[in-house]
């Protein structure tokens, strides 16, 4: 199993971009395919985003597409969610997670979580 640490959550204001980082420990980071979730206020867990273990595929949730990117670095264990045009909807604690898989999707098995990170849109 990897270590996930999330970082780069923060207070913005709507429309603008937030960068969200996810550190992650052990040498075995480039077998795992990563995943973005969030849990908005009262509700429960939502995928967000996945990139493949070896990065060139990504998987989005549509209510995200064409605003948020993910990307990873192997050689920096790191994974990082651009998210642009943020809305007031996007407010939530954002998790990533670690799936041994080559892709990481909504239906994915996730093997390991971060702590979460706070994200809150305000208008």
């Known amino acids: 199993q990897v270590q996930l640490v999330e970082s780069g959550g923060g207070l913005v204001q709507a429309g603008d971009s937030l960068r969200l980082s996810c550190a992650a420990s052990?040498?075995?980071?480039?077998?795992?395919?990563m995943g973005w979730f969030r849990q908005p206020p009262g509700k429960g867990r939502e995928f967000v985003a996945g990139v493949s273990s070896a990065g060139g595929n990504t998987y989005y949730a549509a209510s995200v597409k064409g605003r948020f990117t993910i990307f990873r670095g192997n050689a920096t264990n790191t994974v990082h969610l651009q998210m642009n045009s943020l809305k007031l909807e996007d407010t939530a604690v954002y998790y990533c997670?670690?799936?041994?898989?080559?892709?990481?999707?909504?239906?994915?098995?996730?093997?390991?979580w971060g702590q979460g990170t706070q994200v809150t849109v305000s208008s």
């Open positions: 052990g040498r075995t980071f480039s077998v795992y395919a």
């Open positions: 997670a670690a799936a041994r898989s080559p892709m990481a999707g909504p239906l994915s098995t996730y093997n390991s």
